[in-house]
């Protein structure tokens, strides 16, 4: 059996959604639909987590999957960093030291991409938005540019506080990563 460690936020958690709607559970229903191989995807975020907090609780992360490696880990966090305006130089920090510590242990990361609220200005989007693809680049990890691609700003997709996913949401995210992990899976 395939395992994944979905590491992150209340985007990954699940905040506001009920059981069966959060990204961990329709995600594993959509590979139980699209893959011919068992997975399991196993649900490590923490909501209001920073990346600062993720980094300080990666090993928690990592301890429901044998010897602490799975076949891949889906790393989404920073979303917290930004709506708090933390320095984005720690974010990257964090971020890249998170996906050191995986490509040390040979696990594979998708590094799941945030934006910076448009509110904190262009210049800390500047510094913001490479984060993720600058770490990808240097450990040759899959990226995926923004997590909530085609669902954030659109109220429709999310609950009324705007920022996290409704169930209709979190299945635009999965169908469209979804092939993503599928393929990683694969290789």
């Known amino acids: ?4 460690v979905a590491f992150g936020d209340s985007l990954t958690a699940g905040y506001g959604l009920a059981p069966g709607e959060g990204f961990t559970d329709q995600l594993q229903a959509w590979l139980d639909d699209n893959m ?7 649900n490590a975020g923490v909501s209001g987590d920073t990346s600062s907090g993720g980094r300080a609780r990666l090993d928690w ?8 490696k ?4 889906i790393l ?11 320095d984005p130089t720690i974010t990257a920090e964090n971020i890249d030291a998170m996906v050191k510590e995986l490509a040390e242990r040979e696990v594979t990361v998708l590094i799941a991409g945030m934006m910076a609220p ?6 800390y989007a500047r510094v913001f938005n490479p984060i993720y693809k600058e770490a990808a680049e240097k ?12 669902v954030a700003a659109d109220a429709s997709l999310n609950q009324s506080d705007g920022m996290h996913p409704n169930a209709e949401g979190v299945k635009i995210v999965v169908d ?5 992990v599928k393929k990683l899976l694969a290789e």
């Open 1 to 4: 059996m395939l395992e994944i």
């Open 36 to 42: 011919t191989r068992g997975v399991r995807v196993i």
């Open 61 to 68: 992360g990592l301890a429901p999957v044998k010897d602490g």
């Open 70 to 73: 799975p076949d891949l880990v």
């Open 76 to 86: 989404e966090l920073g979303a917290n960093d930004g709506l708090r305006g933390i």
């Open 118 to 123: 448009p509110n904190l200005g262009g210049e």
């Open 139 to 150: 450990y040759d990890m899959p990226l995926y540019p923004f997590f909530l691609d085609g």
């Open 176 to 180: 469209k990563i979804g092939p993503v």
